[in-house]
């Protein structure tokens, strides 16, 4: 069941949820879970918002790999070790939180060479993956930005 939007919407709001714990918690628990089915897209689902506002920005990227093994840092540390389920369930748990509509996935490549990169979906998202897909963005570009912001963070 897709989640219920307000008047006028089309996708899921999460332009102001993400500027403290408390709203993006109760956003997760009032807006979201209700319509989360699967033990899978909760997962997907908190590990980005979650990877999200450690970066103190509203999007990041996160390779498939990252799900499966965790995100490291600089120092090879891990930030976090993934969402703890095996592939297949992480890509239908991509797949129902992209149904959803509550994030946003800008792929690159050819099948079977593809990667993918998820962002929620917020409106400064959506712009950015637009921007990618018309080639006014290059994801490289956005990784380096990101690189250099999470040295600061970390």
Known sequence: MPIELRQGQDKPDFSCQLTDSDSVLS??????????????????????????????????????????KGIQDKNSRFINRGVGLARQHIIKGISLAEEHGTILVYR?????????????????????????????????SLIANQQVLEEHII
């Not at 918002?49 to 499966?68: E, P, V």
């Not at 060479?113 to 290059?138: C, G, H, M």
Request: some cysteine.
């Open 27 to 68: 956003y997760l628990i009032d807006e979201l879970l209700p319509d989360i089915k699967s033990l899978a897209e909760l997962k997907i689902t908190l590990f980005i918002i979650k990877n999200i506002y450690d970066s103190g920005r509203n999007f990041a990227c996160i390779t498939l790999n990252q799900f499966m």
């Open 108 to 140: 690159q490549g050819h099948k079977g060479k593809e990667k993918r990169w998820y962002f929620l979906n917020t409106p400064e998202n959506q712009k950015i993956v637009q921007a990618l897909a018309k080639n006014d963005l290059s994801i490289n």
